[in-house]
């Protein structure tokens, strides 16, 4: 996974270090907040049954976050 992905493409299991947030506004803001910030590694921890949110795990702990939200945070490998 070499090339930049959307966050939401990622599989169960899957780790990725952060290397852009595109949404602007208020909602860029709170993606930032949260601590989605680009050299942070995630790892996809679960996904709800509908795929929607997804749970990632970064920085010690654990956080959900819904598809529309993640495809704003570009990730690479």
């Known amino acids: 996974m070499a ?9 169960k299991g899957q780790k990725a270090v952060i290397s852009a947030i595109t949404a602007e506004g208020e909602m860029g803001r709170r993606i930032r907040d949260m601590g989605l910030v680009p050299g942070v590694e995630v790892q996809v921890v679960g996904r ?21 939200e993640a495809d704003f945070i570009a990730v690479s490998g």
Do not use: I
């Open 48 to 68: 709800a049954p509908l795929e929607d949110p997804v749970a990632l795990r970064l920085m010690g702990f654990t956080l959900t976050l819904r598809n529309k």
């Open 3 to 11: 090339n930049t992905v959307s966050l939401r493409t990622l599989e």
